[in-house]
């Protein structure tokens, strides 16, 4: 069945986390486990460039997002405005734990309304105190109802962060559901029912996690064949404008 991963990583995530990918192994991976493209990001702000080199490689294959910290004030506001009108990216990340602002802070708000401007997608992580909570990423998107955001991971691993996220996606329609990362496959099928069918997308989040995992996690969450093919490939899709 075939996929579109809404969100993965090439470069190299060292101390903690001692992982890293390169756009050949990623591509090798979409190749076995069908994945048709991929939603594709750097590991920090600096290493953009590693997407430039993915998506000149395989253009058919990588939808590339810029890597921006908001806190960098005009320097994040050129990030985007290069790697958008110079690269042909087509979205922005923004990772509010790694980078150390909250995610509704003001800072973020320049970001939001280059998007608007450009009507390009949001991907922002989730789930971890104190900078990246679904209520914050809501009150984010409260404040740019124009913007689409995704929920990266739709809380991770906590019970009460998950559900947050799908509360929060329900009251703003502009929020999306991205599911990499997270354990509660019922939640995916939650997701499906209670936000809206088109509003839950797959991922995989590579390097750090493995395609089996995160597809098993579909297959098993409980909803039908069309909900399964909706998930893995038609949302992301309309969502990508494909």
């Known amino acids: 069945m075939k996929k579109i991963d809404l969100h993965s990583h090439v470069g190299n995530f060292g101390s903690w986390a001692g992982v890293k990918s390169d756009i050949d192994s990623i591509i090798k991976n979409m190749d076995e486990y069908e ?28 939808f590339p997002i810029v890597f921006t910290n908001p806190n960098e004030g ?11 009108e110079e690269k042909g990216f087509k979205g922005i ?7 150390a ?19 390009i997608p949001v991907f922002i992580h989730s789930g ?18 124009n913007v689409k955001t995704v929920m990266i991971h739709m809380g991770h691993g906590h019970g009460v962060y998950i559900d947050a996220a799908l509360k929060m996606a ?16 019922c939640k995916i099928k939650e997701a499906y029912e209670t936000v809206g069918k088109n509003r839950i997308m797959f991922g995989i989040d590579a390097p750090f996690h493995h395609p089996m995992v995160e597809i098993q996690k579909v297959l098993t969450s409980g909803i ?19």
């Open 101 to 119: 602002y909250v995610a509704d802070d003001v800072v973020v708000d320049p970001i939001m309304e280059l998007a608007k401007e450009y009507d």
């Open 224 to 242: 039908d064949d069309k909900g399964i093919e909706d998930v893995f490939y038609n949302n992301a899709f309309e969502f990508l404008r494909l």
């Open 93 to 99: 990340k923004l990772n509010p734990l790694k980078n």
């Open 128 to 145: 971890h105190p104190p900078y990246s909570l679904p209520w914050s990423i809501a009150l984010l998107a409260e404040r740019h109802p």
């Open 170 to 185: 329900r009251r703003y329609n502009n929020i999306y559901l991205e599911m990499s990362g997270m354990p509660m496959g």
């Open 35 to 62: 994945v048709e493209k991929v939603v594709l990001c750097s590991a920090n702000q600096y290493t953009n460039d590693d997407t430039e080199y993915a998506f000149k490689k395989y253009p058919e294959r990588v």
């Open 74 to 84: 005009k320097k994040s506001i050129d990030t985007v405005k290069y790697y958008v």
